[in-house]
């Protein structure tokens, strides 16, 4: 065995532009700031206790919180990470432990690749 391969755990995500600016036009942006930073938060947490569910083993507490991440994700134009997580909801639907390892931990990367995302464009006017 002399050859080893790489594999690179980082993929392109990116927050729908089009989803924020929507937002910002339907409620103003003090209420859209709001709206951003309290899913943001959200996020953050439920992130967090997807993975403390996953190491309990309680499954069907995880699919929930897998999936009040979509509505939440998608909320804010994260539609790479609502789609992950759906993945997640679909490997515990189908019993396969490694494919539930396996897209939890694509879904908690790109949670975290998403967060930092919208983190930056706070920065950049809408």
């Given at each position: 065995?002399?050859?080893?391969?790489?594999?690179?755990?980082?993929?392109?995500?990116?927050?729908?532009?089009?989803?924020?600016?929507?937002?910002?036009?339907?409620?103003?942006?003090?209420?859209?700031?709001?709206?951003?930073c309290?899913?943001?938060?959200?996020?953050?947490?439920?992130?967090?206790?997807?993975?403390?569910?996953?190491?309990?083993?309680?499954?069907?507490?995880?699919?929930?919180?897998?999936?009040?991440?979509?509505?939440?994700?998608?909320?804010?134009?994260?539609?790479?990470l609502?789609?992950?997580?759906?993945?997640?909801?679909?490997?515990?639907?189908?019993?396969?432990?490694?494919?539930?390892?396996?897209?939890?931990?694509?879904?908690?990367?790109?949670?975290?690749?998403?967060l930092?995302?919208?983190?930056?464009?706070?920065?950049?006017?809408i």
């Amino acid at each position: 065995m002399d050859q080893v391969l790489n594999i690179r755990l980082k993929e392109k995500v990116h927050v729908d532009q089009d989803r924020l600016s929507a937002l910002y036009a339907e409620l103003g942006e003090a209420g859209a700031e709001d709206v951003v930073c309290r899913a943001m938060e959200e996020l953050a947490l439920r992130l967090s206790h997807c993975g403390r569910l996953h190491q309990n083993g309680t499954r069907e507490d995880l699919r929930k919180c897998a999936r009040s991440l979509i509505a939440i994700a998608d909320q804010i134009g994260m539609h790479v990470l609502a789609r992950v997580s759906g993945d997640v909801i679909n490997a515990i639907d189908s019993t396969d432990e490694p494919a539930i390892a396996a897209t939890l931990a694509r879904l908690l990367r790109i949670g975290e690749q998403s967060l930092t995302a919208i983190w930056d464009l706070q920065d950049i006017t809408i």
